[in-house]
Structures are given as C-alpha cells and as structure tokens.
C-alpha cells in the first residue's frame, strides 16, 4: 500500500514537471515548422538589369583565380552573375563551401564594409530607413545562427525589421520581432536557447538525457499504477468488495 502511495506521489510530482516540458517542446515544435512570418510582407525593390558590357572576366578565368585565391581545389557547384551597387559580380560556391563573390571587372575578391551591406539590405526592402549598421562576429540570442561574421542593418520600422548581410558573400537574412520571438521558442526545442544564453553548450546533451530519462520516469510509474490498481480492483470484484482505495 505505502508503496503505491509513494511511488504515486512520485508520479504525480513528475509529471508536473516534465508535462510542462512535454507542452514546451510541443510549442516549440509547432514553431519549427510555421512558415517565416513577417517579413514575407516586405515588397522587394526594383533591381537594374545587369550591365554584361562590365564583364571583363571570363567564367572559366574567374574560377582559377578563386581558387588560387581561396586555396581550394573543389569543383564548382554554382556560378551566377550578381549586381550589387552599380558593380557585376561573379558569385561562385565551391563543393563543400559558401559561396564567394568575385569582381566581374578587376578579379578581386569582393570586401564587404559598413556601406556596402547598408546597400546590400536596402535592395531588397522599400522605404524603410536605416538606423544603424554594426558587426557582429559571434551567435547570441538575437542571430542564434548563421554565417559569421555578418553586418546587421537595422531598420526603422514599426516591426523592428533587420537584415544580416555576410560579409564573406553579401548573403542576406532578414529578421524582426516576431522572427526572433519564433526563433526564441524554436531554439527550445533543442535547447539551443540555453547554450546562447548561459553559454552551457557542454551539459546540453546530459540535460536532454536527463529529460528523457524523467519522462520515461513518468511513463513507467504511471503504467505501474494502471497495472496494481487493475489487480488490486480485480481482488476486490473476486471477493465480493467494491470501491476505490482512499488517495
């Protein structure tokens, strides 16, 4: 009797507990996999046509100094032609690697500065003004992941709209409020949110195991009590009892 008594308690206090980690993990997961709200809101600009009379390289040129430049020997995946701020670029990716952008013109290499990502996030929004460009050169709660290092153009918007622009390849992700507060909730799933916020990166797995190892808990302890009450209500029939043990 004491022993379904205890081991009843246990099950109930578990199951507070890792019920609210289950509801967690369940909000999180529905997080997942909602489509990117926001900023799919956002009109793009229009673009000029690209300038081919700028090409000065030809595609098979732009590749060998890549890869010299870069030092890889992989093969190309992909090559498009990009114009970014009145200049043509080569933007070639490499198997195995992110893309790199190329001057069309003189074979260089492509430096992102301040300016430049201020540009480059501007193509793809209308009228919202920018207020602040910095670098950021490591994940945080507000850009948990992604290339590094990045600019981050804020802009000055109702929905706090932001771009991160690679300054390796001028990629660009934009983000606002409520994509971060989805991002938030999506990084519980896994609890990524716990690395980035107390830096706890070595215990993650022992942490997941230690849920799993509750909820098993959980599961375990209530199919004990479905079995001892079942048998305990089955004596009780067979000797002429009725009713239910006093919790």
């Known amino acids: 009797m004491s022993a379904r008594i205890n081991t009843h308690r246990l099950h109930k206090s578990l199951a507070?507990?890792?019920?609210?980690?289950?509801?967690m993990w369940l909000i999180s997961g529905i997080a997942i996999l909602l489509p990117p709200p926001g900023i799919k809101a956002l009109q793009p600009a229009a673009q000029s046509a690209i300038d081919y009379s700028a090409l000065r390289?030809?595609?098979?040129?732009v590749v060998t100094q890549a890869q010299e430049t870069l030092g890889v020997k992989a093969d190309v995946q992909d090559m498009a032609?990009?114009?970014i701020g009145g200049r043509v670029y080569y933007e070639i990716r490499f198997t195995g690697s992110e893309s790199t952008l190329i001057d069309a013109r003189s074979g260089e290499l492509f430096n992102i500065t301040a300016e430049v990502a201020s540009e480059i996030a501007e193509i793809q929004v209308q009228d919202l003004p920018v207020v602040m460009v910095?670098?950021?050169?490591?994940?945080?709660?507000a850009y948990?992941?992604?290339?590094?290092p990045v600019y981050r153009v804020s802009f000055g918007d109702a929905r706090g709209t932001q771009a991160y622009v690679s300054i390796r390849n001028g990629a660009v992700r934009y983000v606002d409020r409520t994509t971060l507060l989805r991002t938030a909730l999506a990084?519980?799933?896994d609890l990524s949110l716990l690395s980035?916020?107390?830096g706890i990166e070595k215990v993650k797995k022992e942490l997941l195991l230690l849920l799993s190892l509750g909820s098993i808990a959980v599961v375990a302890s209530g199919y004990y009590l479905a079995i001892a009450v079942g048998r305990t209500?089955?004596?009780?029939i067979s000797s002429g009892t009725s009713g239910t043990e006093p919790r």
């Open 16 to 23: 507070i507990v890792f019920g609210a980690v289950l509801l």
């Open 57 to 61: 390289i030809s595609p098979a040129d």
């Open 81 to 83: 032609l990009t114009q």
């Open 134 to 141: 910095s670098r950021v050169d490591r994940h945080s709660l």
């Open 144 to 148: 948990p992941w992604g290339q590094l």
């Open 187 to 189: 990084s519980l799933h």
């Open 196 to 198: 980035l916020a107390f």
């Open 233 to 236: 209500n089955k004596l009780r």
